[in-house]
């Protein structure tokens, strides 16, 4: 029987230039630097500017990743966005980055899980590239999430940003490859629309025709976070026969440090094996793992073979966790 496993061979990312640090923002929102510090560990974010696409981070994150995996578009079979602000209603953004990279006769589509889009996009690219659709697949998350926020709301526009990150994706099927535990080891995913109501936005195409705003009650949503996020980390663990001691470093989604904090507790992980983003970047939303994950392999502290742990919940509510080890047997 063949050893099938899907590596994770390489990873690439992109922020937008323009900085916004919280006292930019606290002299247009009723806010301040020290509140946005204490309740959500954020210090500023990178917003997109007039013209600049979600499509445009997509396509420099993965141009990265290519680079890094040292493969061309042509070497693409497979394209997933992660995202829940995409350039136009339709087509995806995906098809856009296709072309852009030239990545003729991949299949190419978007995911839409929100926050959660990362984890839920890799795992549908490990379903197909396990199923036979394909040896190498781009997984991007990008956001430019600023274009969703109402500026007037406190309580929500301080919490996100705008950025892409992408890893590349490759399948090991040949015994040959001597693929072993490495790439995707488990992947959980869940959603409950009972909770639809908590974080949403009050438009879109068939309801009222308008892109909307972020609306969230973020005390439920932390509760649900805490909660959602340790259990299906859990069940990764046991899909993968794992335990948390097993994990060099966890990648989490950026939402709030405290989420963050809450979650290196119940896995009892050290506080330098857990990937810090959010103090820079804010929410990225669907493109916060990746930018995490990117951030820490380029300074060197994700190294091949590492163990991975990634988790993430937002809108819908929909929330997975995905273990990894990164890299490919050398
Ligand atoms: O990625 C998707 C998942 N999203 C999340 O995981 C977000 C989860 N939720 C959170 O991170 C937190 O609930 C927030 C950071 C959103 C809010 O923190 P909180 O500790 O739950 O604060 P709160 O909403 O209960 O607000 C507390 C106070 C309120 O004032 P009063 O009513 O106590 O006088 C707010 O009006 O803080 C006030 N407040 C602000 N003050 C200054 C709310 N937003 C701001 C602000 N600046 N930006």
Redesign the pocket.
Known sequence: MTNQRVLMTAVGSYLPANVVTNEALSSF????DA??RR??GIAQRHLVADGETTSDLAYHAATKALANAGLAGGDIDLIIIATTTPDNTFPSTATKLQHMIDAKGAIAFDIQA??AGFVYALDVADAMLRSGRGRRALVVGAESFSKLLDWED??????FGDGAGAVVLELADDAGDDAGDWGIRSSVLHSDGAYRDI?YVDGGPSSNAAVGHVR?E??E??RH?VEKLASVMDEALSAANMQAGDIDWLVP?Q??V??IDAMQKKMDLPSDRVVRTVEQHA?T?AASIPLALSAAVDDGRIKNGDVLAME????GLAWGAALVKFGRPL
């Open positions: 929102v009723d806010t301040d509140w946005i309740r959500t929100v926050c406190r309580a929500t526009c301080v919490l974080l969230m973020g005390k949503v932390f976070a989604h939402a709030n405290r989420i929410n939303s993430a919940i937002g809108g």
